[in-house]
């Protein structure tokens, strides 16, 4: 991606004022960045929770955490994207001398969106501090024992990119065309998180001293079968078949392509 210095200033805790190399990308870099990488993430993560939610008695307890954690990191990456209002900065040396904060080239909805207002600061709420320290770091709070409602996580943020996704649309963006392979996969475990019922509850938890990542799991969402969308066959078969192994199947792309 293409970045081009703007010159602004912003002050540092000694008053002190420090210019600021802000990031700019152009149209061509952020339509491929969203039908590549963020609908990758969407994909991702709906195919984690949905592999996860029927892993009980399927798969091995390490299979099911490593399902749970990476949805978890997904789920983060997507919170980020969704609800920051600008990026974060590293301070830096300057040509010439002196010092400068430089922005990180991460991609947010404000760049495809100007006006784009989350729904809330966080979509993911208390949750967010608990996968910092339980997922993303190593932080002495991890000891005690953190449980997530990764179905109901999942759906909120699928909604508020479905949200998005529409905001675009209203506006005749036509960057709203590169996030299709992300909207369809939006779409599907939302509907397929309703299918479920109000009385679904499915929680996952971090703590090792688990038999199980799922501590309590609804009956249609235990099933190796119930509510599996389309193109993922439980278990894996014959290569013709289209399975989880496929892992691009997400982004609308088959590994055999």
């Known amino acids: ?78 919170d980020d994207f969704l609800t920051l209002p600008s990026r974060l900065t590293n301070e830096a040396d300057a040509r010439g001398g002196g010092r400068q904060l430089v922005e990180l080239d991460d991609v947010l909805a404000t760049d495809y969106l100007d006006e784009w207002q989350p729904s809330s600061k966080r979509l993911l709420g208390e949750s967010r501090q608990g996968i910092n320290s339980h997922v993303a770091h190593l932080s002495m709070s991890r000891q005690s024992q953190r449980a997530w409602d990764l179905l109901t996580l999942t759906d909120t943020v699928a909604r508020e990119f479905l949200r998005f996704i529409g905001s675009l649309a209203a506006e005749q963006s036509l960057f709203a065309l590169s996030f299709e392979p992300g909207k369809s996969s939006a779409e599907s475990f939302v509907r397929w998180f309703a299918d479920l019922g109000t009385t679904t509850k499915t929680e996952a938890t971090t703590d090792p001293t688990s038999s199980s990542p799922t501590t309590e799991t609804d009956a249609s969402v235990q099933s190796p079968q119930a509510g599996l969308p389309p193109w993922l066959t439980w278990p894996p078969t014959a290569p013709s078949t289209t399975t989880y192994s496929e892992v691009r199947f997400s982004t609308g792309h088959r590994s055999d392509e």
């Open 1 to 78: 991606m293409t970045s081009e210095p703007e010159s602004r200033e912003k002050k540092t805790g000694d008053g002190n004022e420090l210019p600021i190399v802000r990031q700019s990308f152009s149209p061509e870099d952020l339509s491929f960045f969203a039908q590549e990488h963020i609908s990758y993430e969407i994909g991702m993560l709906v195919n984690d929770v949905y592999t996860w939610a029927h892993s009980p008695g399927i798969l091995a307890v390490p299979i099911q955490f490593a399902l749970m954690e990476s949805a978890l990191v997904h789920l983060r990456l997507l």
